[in-house]
């Protein structure tokens, strides 16, 4: 990772406080234009730490097609009076619009910036930073382990389909057939996956891994100047917001 | 055996953890793949609940959600939801709910009646009524017909969890008794399904 790089550069921690601000920000400005106005924000944060294509990838894919179908379905359903548009049953009323503009600004403004987030911290350096204000190494490894034996189950369930095909299980045909194929392609993956703990467990036995003693890591990442300035930064614009939302 | 909190986290059950979770996930995947109408999200969480225990359950759960927010962040808000199913699991499997065949199937029930208690708010006043599942759809023409919005969200809901909920409850009771003895007699919660004690009761 380049660690020239003015957003990927930061320490962890500060960019979960900088998310947080976002997320927290919608709620203190309930205007539904400032919620939208925080996805550009993070687009542009996007943007300068050059992960614009990813972000804006699972925002449209994630957030959008929801905020879309959310939005349709609340300024037809949502109960009031003043009618915008009719058609037979169907009207948009403007509370059913009012509700949704709310409702999606928020949804766009946190989910975006929680995107945001993943896309700038890798997940290793927000565990250590998390194990460094004190989070227990289990839980570290727990998170980390997860990450990769996902991409390794899904390679081994593939592996599993193609064998259960070759002896014959239905995967195509009518929904009673595709049923019964379920546990023939689940049964195998859960008994290997789970007696695999068994293995890992006694690994990390003969590693010391349940020693009660402090670890040193291997890994480190440090905080910079930067990061008090941004932490201060973001403690003046969340007071700067309370200030405007009790001004309004 | 010694059982709780600080007892339940022992080195095999703690593995089992990112198992689980990467069983929701696999197995949501294969769901798709074999284009079945149900999501069958939880049985990992399921497993580790069966046979580790309430407290494993529950961070099974909650892991699953962060596991999946950090490319769908709509998924945050349910896992206080995954949490409270893998919490369910556990302490029905501490009170035996998982002996046999017949108390599995009310277990399931248990365990749907909980998932729709705890996601239907999160539903109403996170999302407004609509969460982008395949819930929604039935939400909406509820709401069309003049349903109240909660009424309609427990309806639909209830509806799909309980054929989710109860299949999941089910596939991970059969999968978790073809688990070895030797395996099961490791965890804390797995004497019910370990096969010699089942016989010796029978004699």
């Known amino acids: ?248 | 055996m010694k059982r709780g909190l600080k007892h339940d986290f022992s080195l095999i059950a703690i593995m089992l953890i990112p198992i689980g979770v990467g069983l929701n996930v696999v197995i949501a995947q294969l769901v798709q793949i074999l284009r079945l109408p149900i999501w069958l999200d939880a049985i990992g969480t399921i497993v580790a609940g069966m046979i580790a225990g309430p407290w494993v359950g529950l961070v099974t759960g909650g892991a699953t959600n962060l596991v999946k927010s950090i490319f769908t962040p709509t998924e945050l808000p349910f896992a206080i939801s995954s949490m409270a199913i893998g919490f369910t699991v556990g302490m029905l499997s501490k009170k035996g709910m998982f002996s046999n065949f017949g108390k599995t199937i009310g277990a399931g029930l248990i365990v749907t009646v909980i998932a729709v208690i705890i996601s239907t708010p999160i539903i109403v006043w996170v999302y407004g009524g609509i969460s982008g599942s395949s819930a929604s759809a039935m939400t909406a023409v509820l709401l069309a017909s003049g349903h109240r919005l909660v009424q309609a969200v427990i309806t639909s809901m209830g509806l799909l969890e309980l054929i989710d909920k109860t299949s999941s409850v089910i596939i991970a009771y059969l999968i978790v008794n073809k688990m070895s003895d030797r395996y099961l007699s490791k965890h804390n919660y797995a004497q019910s399904f370990i096969k010699s004690n089942k016989k010796s009761k029978a004699a």
């Open chain 1, 1 to 248: 990772m380049e660690k020239k790089n003015a957003v990927l550069s930061l320490y962890p921690t500060t960019k979960l406080l900088m998310i947080l601000l976002f997320a927290i920000s919608v709620f203190i400005i309930p205007n539904y234009l400032f919620g939208y106005a925080i996805f550009f924000v993070c687009l542009l944060i996007a943007a300068i730490g050059s992960v614009t294509k990813e972000f804006a990838n699972l925002t449209i894919k994630g957030l959008f097609s929801l905020s879309v179908l959310i939005f349709v379905l609340q300024s037809f359903f949502y109960p009031g009076t003043h009618v915008l548009w009719e058609w037979s049953f169907l009207a948009i009323t403007q509370e059913g619009v009012d509700f949704a503009l709310g409702l999606t600004s928020k949804i766009i403004a946190v989910g975006s910036s929680l995107i945001l987030f993943f896309r700038i911290t890798p997940v290793k350096d927000f565990v250590y930073s998390l194990e460094v204000l004190g989070l227990s190494p289990k839980a570290t490894y727990v998170v980390l382990s997860t990450l990769t034996i996902i991409p390794e189950m899904k390679k081994s369930s593939q592996i599993i389909m193609d064998a259960q095909k070759t002896r014959g299980v239905e995967t195509e045909g009518s929904l009673m057939v595709r049923l019964k194929a379920l546990l023939p392609m689940i049964t195998p993956l859960v008994l290997s996956s789970v007696a695999s703990t068994e293995e890992r467990a006694m690994a990390l036995e003969a590693r010391g891994f349940t020693v009660n003693k402090r670890k040193t890591s291997i890994y480190s990442i440090e905080k910079t100047g930067r990061d008090s300035f941004i932490r201060v930064m973001l403690l003046v614009i969340l007071i700067l917001l309370i200030v405007w939302r009790v001004a309004l």
